[in-house]
């Protein structure tokens, strides 16, 4: 195993990690409510009367971000190694695992461990299991 070190940003994972932090942080102080992505955009689907502005606003700010990070620097060319089907199924696995698992990395990983719930501990702990074994599975298992 080698480390790609001109792929090491050190700084720039530092200050995305503050400002989720203190985006979670923000939330759950002003409004009382948890920054759990698969939670905020249930609630939009499910259209909870009085709840939707906030949960917009949350979300327009998660798609439109890069936008604005767009306009003070060039977007990074992102490399994609796997297909189409490859893609879809991976969104549908983590679309099920989000509903089996009472929520996201983000609600759980973010979230849930900030505040020491157990609950979220064990489910950080298997969303990591389950990725370093896919991860190993495929790539020295299967090598794929």
């Given at each position: 195993?080698?480390?790609d070190?001109?792929?090491?940003?050190?700084?720039?994972?530092?200050?995305?990690?503050?400002?989720?932090?203190?985006?979670?942080?923000?939330?759950?102080?002003?409004?009382?409510?948890?920054?759990g992505?698969?939670?905020?955009?249930?609630?939009?689907?499910?259209?909870?009367?009085?709840?939707v502005?906030?949960?917009?606003?949350?979300?327009?700010?998660?798609?439109?971000?890069?936008?604005?990070?767009g306009?003070?620097?060039?977007?990074?060319?992102?490399?994609?190694?796997a297909?189409?089907?490859?893609?879809?199924?991976?969104?549908?696995?983590?679309?099920?695992?989000t509903?089996?698992?009472?929520?996201?990395?983000?609600?759980?990983?973010?979230?849930g461990?900030?505040?020491?719930?157990?609950?979220?501990?064990?489910a950080?702990?298997?969303?990591?299991?389950?990725?370093?074994?896919?991860?190993?599975?495929?790539?020295?298992?299967?090598a794929?």
């Amino acid at each position: 195993m080698s480390i790609d070190w001109s792929a090491f940003t050190p700084w720039s994972a530092l200050i995305g990690g503050a400002l989720i932090g203190l985006a979670a942080a923000t939330l759950l102080w002003l409004n009382g409510r948890i920054a759990g992505i698969s939670g905020i955009v249930g609630g939009l689907l499910t259209q909870a009367s009085g709840d939707v502005a906030w949960r917009l606003a949350f979300v327009l700010g998660l798609v439109g971000s890069p936008w604005v990070y767009g306009l003070a620097t060039d977007w990074p060319l992102p490399q994609i190694d796997a297909g189409y089907a490859a893609l879809v199924l991976a969104g549908l696995l983590v679309g099920v695992g989000t509903r089996y698992g009472s929520g996201c990395t983000s609600g759980h990983g973010v979230c849930g461990l900030s505040r020491l719930s157990p609950r979220s501990l064990v489910a950080t702990v298997v969303f990591m299991a389950a990725g370093f074994l896919t991860v190993w599975v495929l790539r020295h298992a299967l090598a794929i």
